[in-house]
């Protein structure tokens, strides 16, 4: 992620600090809507859309899963960045069979300048292309699961719910507090640079891990007795914890297998069906210790932990 300022590339790293040593997170630019509507800008039509992601990215995984959840890897298709971001921010990788299958470019934010040739914001995916009129439906990775979420059910998605409208307010504010806390909080504690704004981070993120904890103990999801946007937004950041951010980005009061309650969940949610499959930990690992060398300068990956996500979990 980054963003073309002056003709020159700014890793988010960069840009994101402010006088406190504090990690704030940029605005994202487009925001248009997927509709069940056929008449609307953006009607869900099957082969239409195109899903730019990382596998290493845990915004753009969120993506991943819902188009496994929903059925919809016939109807989306995908085009995956290489895990090393450099100095020009994400990239395509034609010997890794990792390409821009619809532009050939090499570079993410060649794609953007597709679709706006004055384009200077940040360069960040997931990105959700629509083919027919060559533009950026959405690069927010919340409001794309929501489009996922329902958009196609007309035209042959699997069925499920996961934002139902009698539990939206409780998972609206669990999301709240899970973004800014957990989602953002390790990036905060990552990439904090004074002592004081790294400790108000990783104290805040522990705080809500111990909320978390404690919430699962009396019941299986976040919000009511089934799986919801809620568990889904949570769950990327919960796999990537152990590998990399307990040691990359220096939230290591706890590893995440010792909350029992939270470990468990990870592993029935890696577990669902269709989940697995989107999961790629040599992308993750390769891309955090190697693409921050801010944090990592060495770019030594870490062979551990040895986790085993398929093992048996206690969810009842």
Request: with cysteine.
């Amino acid at each position: 992620m980054g963003q073309l300022v002056n003709g020159e590339w700014q890793t988010e790293a960069l840009l994101a600090k402010n006088s406190n040593g504090k990690f704030k997170r940029q605005d994202l630019s487009f925001r248009n809507w997927l509709s069940d509507d056929p008449d609307a800008e953006f009607p869900a039509e099957a082969g239409r859309y195109h899903l730019y992601v990382s596998y290493a990215c845990p915004w753009a995984h969120r993506t991943l899963i819902y188009r496994a959840l929903k059925g919809l890897e016939d109807m989306i298709t995908v085009s995956v960045v290489h895990w090393y971001m450099g100095d020009r921010g994400w990239q395509f990788s034609a010997a890794d069979g990792l390409v821009d299958d619809l532009h050939g470019h090499n570079f993410m934010h060649q794609v953007y300048a597709s679709a706006e040739p004055d384009y200077t914001g940040r360069v960040t995916v997931p990105v959700l292309w629509d083919k027919k009129t060559n533009r950026i439906v959405s690069n927010e990775s919340s409001e794309i699961i929501r489009m996922f979420n329902n958009a196609f059910d007309g035209i042959g998605a699997t069925e499920g719910d996961y934002y139902p409208e009698h539990l939206r307010a409780e998972i609206d504010a669990v999301n709240e507090r899970v973004y800014h806390d957990v989602n953002n909080g390790v990036y905060k504690s990552g990439f904090a640079t004074s002592q004081d704004a790294y400790e108000e981070a990783v104290t805040t993120l522990f705080e809500t891990l111990d909320w978390l904890e404690d919430r699962l103990s009396r019941q299986r999801f976040l919000v009511g007795d089934q799986v919801t946007e809620a568990d889904w937004r949570l769950f990327p950041t919960l796999l990537r914890f152990d590998p990399v951010y307990h040691g990359h980005f220096k939230c290591n009061l706890k590893m995440l297998h010792e909350y029992p309650n939270l470990w468990n969940y990870t592993k029935s949610l890696y577990q669902h069906p269709g989940v697995k499959g989107t999961v790629h930990m040599d992308h993750i690992k390769k891309h955090y210790y190697q693409s921050h060398s801010s944090v990592n300068p060495s770019g030594v990956v870490p062979i551990g932990p040895e986790l085993d996500l398929d093992s048996p979990h206690d969810r009842f």
